[in-house]
């Protein structure tokens, strides 16, 4: 099946900071969706971007699927923005979401 | 805005005993999944349903699951006979169509003792 593989697993942030994920994938795709995994384990849709830019407030988002990658930005960090951050894709001949591994984000105040 | 709801949130069952997770999907959706996470991994695909049947199923979904749509408004997963490793987060989720967004609820975390 198609690999997702995100980094850095880990990020910790001073408050204000930016700072940019990466979602590599191993395969062609029809979907791929950021997630924002809260401290209640909810998971929070960022950005359905299979192609192209999206930005949302401090969030933007942009996968080259030429290329196989998407970046999430997060800009002007706050502490509410710490949690796991996770990337999904769904393959050319699938219907589920593969997820990545995670980003686990902390930022300090 | 229209969501998915789960129910119940938590449950706590001994092992060998049925439980039945619950999930209300967004109400024009065709397509439904449910994935799980146990703690501290990563988030995994266990069955898609479309059209009233089983569309997709991962190695997990074995004969101790089964899902169903009783009505027109529900989906059900249904783990026969609970085991210690079954303890997870599960989640259901809904889509429009097979590659558009998925949209998932809240969970239920299921802890098997």
């Known amino acids: 099946g198609i690999q997702v593989e995100q980094s850095p697993p880990d990020l910790i942030l001073q408050e204000g900071a930016n700072s940019t994920l990466r979602c590599n994938f191993s395969d062609s795709v029809n979907n791929l969706q950021w997630f924002h995994q809260n401290p209640w384990g909810q998971l929070i849709n960022l950005f359905y971007?299979?192609?192209g830019t999206k930005q949302n407030g401090r969030l933007s988002a942009t996968t080259v699927a030429t290329e196989r990658y998407s970046l999430l930005y997060i800009s002007s960090s706050q502490t509410t923005d710490s949690g796991v951050y996770f990337c999904?894709?769904?393959?050319?001949?699938?219907?589920?979401?593969?997820f990545g591994a995670g980003t686990t984000v902390t930022v300090r105040a | 805005e229209p969501e998915v709801t789960q129910t119940p949130s938590h449950q706590v069952t001994q092992m060998g005993q049925e439980v039945i997770l619950r999930c209300v999907p967004i109400s024009n959706h065709l397509y439904f999944y449910w994935y799980r996470q146990i703690l501290g991994q990563k988030v995994e695909f266990l069955v898609s349903f479309y059209n009233n049947e089983i569309s997709e199923k991962s190695e997990i979904f074995d004969d101790q699951f089964s899902v169903e749509r009783p009505d027109g408004s529900n989906f059900t997963l249904k783990i026969r006979s609970t085991k210690l490793e079954d303890s997870a987060m599960y989640f259901c989720?809904?889509?429009?169509?097979?590659?558009?967004?998925?949209?998932f609820g809240p969970g239920t975390r299921l802890t098997v003792t």
């Open positions: 989720a809904s889509s429009a169509s097979y590659s558009s967004e998925q949209y």
């Open positions: 999904a894709v769904v393959g050319s001949n699938d219907y589920k979401l593969s």
């Open positions: 971007i299979p192609s």
